[in-house]
C-alpha cells in the first residue's frame, strides 16, 4: 500500500498510448500520422539490441574460448557478419540502409545456421579426442541448427510485423498488470480503518 498508487493508473495509461501508437495498422496512415513508422523503428531497435547481446553475452566469449584454428577463424567471421548486422540496423534508423519486413526470422536463421556450422566443424575436428569428447547430442543440436536455420532465412515464418505484434502485446500486458496493481496499492480510507477500530 502507498499514497503513490496513482502512478501505477499513469503508467499504465502511458503504456497503452504507446501500445496504440505502436500499432502496425497505422503504417498505411497519411501524413498526419506523425507515428506511423515508430512500430517498425521500435522493432528495428529491438532487433539491433538482441544482436548486440548476442554478440557480447555468447559471441564474444566464444570468441576468446580455446579452440581449433579453423574454428577460431569461422567464430571471426561468424562475429564480423553480426557486427556488421547490428551496426546496419543502427544506421537502419538514419535511413542509410533498409532490411525490409522479414529482418527478425532471416537473422535469426542466419544466427542458427552460422552456430550449427561452426559446431560441426567442431565435431569434425574434437572426433576421436580424449581431452575434447564431441558429445553425440550436441551434433544433432547442430544439424538441426543448420536445417532449421536455412529453412527460415529461404521461408521466414514470420514478418517484422509479427514481432511488432507481440511486442504490442507485450505492452498491452504490462499495461493491464500497472492498473491491476494500481488498485492493490490503493491504501485503506480513513473511514474503513476507524470501521476496523
Not at 499514497?3 to 503508467?11: A, I, Q
Not at 535511413?95 to 565435431?123: M, S
Not at 504490462?174 to 496493481?181: E, F, G, K
Request: glycine share 6%; charged share 15%.
Amino acid at each position: 500500500k502507498t499514497k503513490l498508487f496513482w502512478l501505477y493508473f499513469v503508467f499504465g495509461i502511458l503504456l497503452i498510448i504507446l501500445g496504440v501508437m505502436l500499432m502496425p495498422v497505422w503504417s498505411k496512415a497519411g501524413d498526419w500520422c506523425f507515428f506511423k513508422s515508430w512500430g517498425m523503428e521500435v522493432v528495428n531497435i529491438a532487433i539491433a539490441a538482441a544482436i548486440i547481446c548476442y554478440i557480447a553475452l555468447f559471441q564474444f566469449r566464444k570468441l576468446m574460448a580455446k579452440s581449433n584454428q579453423v574454428v577460431k577463424i569461422l567464430t571471426i567471421i561468424e562475429f564480423i557478419i553480426f557486427v556488421l548486422i547490428a551496426l546496419g540496423y543502427i544506421l537502419n534508423q538514419f535511413k542509410v540502409f533498409n532490411f525490409g519486413d522479414t529482418g527478425a526470422c532471416k537473422i535469426l536463421g542466419l544466427g542458427l545456421w552460422c552456430r550449427g556450422v561452426i559446431e560441426l566443424f567442431r565435431a569434425y575436428y574434437y572426433r576421436g579426442s580424449e581431452h575434447n569428447k564431441y558429445p553425440l547430442y550436441w551434433l544433432i543440436v547442430a544439424i538441426l541448427f543448420v536445417s532449421v536455420g536455412v529453412w527460415l532465412f529461404v521461408k521466414p515464418m514470420l514478418r517484422d510485423v509479427h514481432v511488432l505484434w507481440v511486442l504490442v502485446s507485450v505492452i498491452y500486458l504490462v499495461a493491464i498488470t500497472c492498473i491491476i496493481d494500481g488498485f492493490l496499492a490503493k491504501p485503506a480510507s480513513k473511514n474503513t480503518k476507524k470501521v476496523k477500530t
